[in-house]
C-alpha cells in the first residue's frame, strides 16, 4: 500500500510504501476510492492536538470497498461500499459509552489521530464503526459527508430548532450545513472572512438569505449561530448577534483562545456550547437525511501524494467547498 505519513508534527507528509495491512478480529480492510481532507487533519499535521499516535496516517472522510473482512465480523462483506469516520473505536463500558454519549468515550480511537486513516490506498478499521453506503454513488462527493457532513449534523442538531441560524466559517461544514438547514425551512446567514466575496457568493448560491463578513452584525437577530472557523474572537460576535435566549454552538475541535467579553454577552439566557466528535446514531440519521435531501457536495480533487498542497490550499482559505485526496 501507499500512504502519506506524519512522523513528526510541523513536518510535511512523507509518501510511503508499506506492507499491506491485514485487519484483526472484528476488523475489515477497505480500498479507499476517495478521502476528503478536513481542518481536524490540520491541526493533527499542525501539532494542536496532543498525543496523536505517530507516525500517523491522517484522514477520517473515508469513502471506499471492502477487500478483507477479518475473523469474526457479520454484517459486512467484500464488495461492499462503506464509510469510515473520525470515531474509530469506544471503550463499551465507561460512564459516557453506557448513558448513550459515546461520543464522549474516555478510551475512543479516533481514524487519523489515534489510529491510521485514509490519506492511503488501503486502510484498516473496526467494522463496528464503518457505515455501510449506498451501492451506487460519487465517491469523491461523499466523503465529505462523513465529518464536516456529519460533525455539522450534530452541531445543526445541538443548535436547536430556531428558525434563524448563522453559520460562521463557509468552508466545507457549513455548505453542507446550509443545505440541510434550507431543506429543514430554516433562514441561513453566512459569515465569512472579511472581504471574502467568493466564498459570500457561495454561500448565497446554496440558498443563504444574507451572506457578509463575520464583523459584521446580520440584518436580522439570530436564534442560533454555529461557529466552524477556528477563531476564539467569533465567540463574542456570534453571542452579539444572537436573540435572548439564544444559542451559540462551537463545532471544531481546536479554537484559538476565546477573549474576555462583557458578561451582558451571555445574560439573558444564552447559551454557549461545543460539540466533541460524533457518535454512530448521527450518522445512521444523517445518511438517511442525505438520501433523501440530495445534498451536493462541491470538492476540489488532488491525487494522493499531493495532500501536502490540499492541506497548504485548506489552511490559506483557498478552497470553496471540500478538499478530497483520490489514491
Ligand atoms: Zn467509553
Ligand atoms: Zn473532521
Redesign the pocket.
Known amino acids: 500500500m501507499q500512504a502519506m505519513v506524519l512522523e513528526r508534527p510541523g513536518e510535511p507528509l512523507k509518501l510511503v510504501e508499506r506492507p499491506d495491512p491485514q485487519p484483526s478480529n472484528g476488523e475489515v480492510r477497505v480500498r479507499v476510492a476517495a478521502c ?1 481532507v ?4 490540520l491541526h493533527v499535521v499542525d501539532g494542536e492536538l496532543p498525543k496523536p499516535k505517530l507516525p500517523i496516517v491522517p484522514g ?2 473515508i469513502v471506499g470497498y471492502i477487500d478483507v473482512v477479518g475473523q469474526g465480523v457479520e454484517r459486512l462483506d467484500v464488495g461492499m461500499r462503506v464509510g469510515i469516520p ?1 470515531l474509530g473505536r469506544t471503550c463499551g463500558h465507561c460512564y459516557y459509552c453506557r448513558s448513550d454519549r459515546e461520543n464522549l468515550c474516555d478510551e475512543p480511537l479516533f481514524t487519523g489521530y489515534t489510529r491510521d486513516g485514509g490519506y492511503a490506498t488501503h486502510v484498516v478499521a473496526d467494522a463496528q464503526y464503518v457505515f455501510r453506503l449506498p451501492e451506487a454513488g460519487d465517491d469523491a462527493a461523499t466523503a465529505p459527508l462523513l ?2 457532513g456529519l ?1 455539522g449534523w450534530r452541531s445543526l442538531k445541538l443548535s436547536g430548532d430556531g428558525t434563524k441560524i448563522g453559520l460562521y466559517g463557509f468552508g466545507a461544514a457549513a455548505h453542507i450545513v446550509a443545505q440541510v438547514a434550507r431543506r429543514q425551512g430554516r433562514d441561513v446567514y453566512a459569515f465569512t472572512r472579511p472581504g471574502d466575496a467568493a466564498a459570500q457568493a457561495f454561500a448565497r448560491k446554496l440558498g443563504a438569505c444574507w451572506a457578509g463578513s463575520s464583523e459584521e452584525r446580520p440584518p436580522d437577530e439570530l436564534d442560533c449561530a454555529i461557529i466552524y472557523a477556528p477563531i476564539g474572537s467569533l465567540v463574542p460576535l456570534a453571542l452579539m448577534a444572537v436573540r435572548k435566549g439564544g444559542r451559540v454552538v462551537c463545532a471544531g ?1 481546536h479554537m484559538s483562545d476565546i477573549p474576555s467579553f462583557p458578561y451582558s454577552l451571555l445574560w439573558e439566557e444564552r447559551d454557549l456550547k461545543s460539540v466533541a466528535h460524533l457518535t454512530r446514531k448521527d450518522g445512521d440519521e444523517f445518511f438517511g437525511i442525505v438520501s433523501k435531501a440530495g445534498i451536493v457536495t462541491e470538492t476540489v480533487p488532488y491525487p494522493l501524494h499531493r495532500a501536502n498542497d490540499a492541506l497548504a490550499d485548506l489552511r490559506k482559505g483557498r478552497l470553496q467547498g471540500a478538499a478530497v485526496l483520490l489514491p
Open positions: 476528503g478536513c481542518r481536524t487533519d477520517h472522510e473520525w465529518c464536516a460533525i475541535i
